[in-house]
């Protein structure tokens, strides 16, 4: 997501990501890879349990995308990194 972060703003996404490091290192972290979005701390994976975001063994943050409406209903979530084209597919549903 971070590539697409122009075309995701342009359909009104605001992409988030979510990490269990402390926020302190989240700077480094975020400028090394470049990342244009906000970077939040995770460190009890409690964000990341409630979105299903998890790995198996419950003990790290799987990769994930997850869309919430303003509504605050998800209306997409898959594991991985799915393709642009089916976040914005699937943003545009109901």
């Known amino acids: 997501m971070r590539d697409a972060d122009d075309r995701l703003r342009a359909a009104g996404i605001r992409a988030v990501g979510i990490n269990p490091a402390p926020a302190e290192r989240h700077a480094d ?3 090394r890879l470049r990342l244009p979005f906000p970077l939040l701390s995770d460190g009890d994976l409690s964000v ?3 979105y299903g975001a998890v790995r198996p063994d419950g003990r790290a943050i799987a990769r994930s995308v997850v869309l919430v409406g ?3 209903v998800v209306r997409f979530a898959r594991h ?3 393709s642009l084209d089916l976040v914005l597919a699937r943003q545009e549903e109901p």
């Open 29 to 31: 972290y975020a400028a």
């Open 48 to 50: 990341s349990r409630a």
């Open 70 to 72: 303003a509504d605050g």
């Open 80 to 82: 991985g990194a799915p």
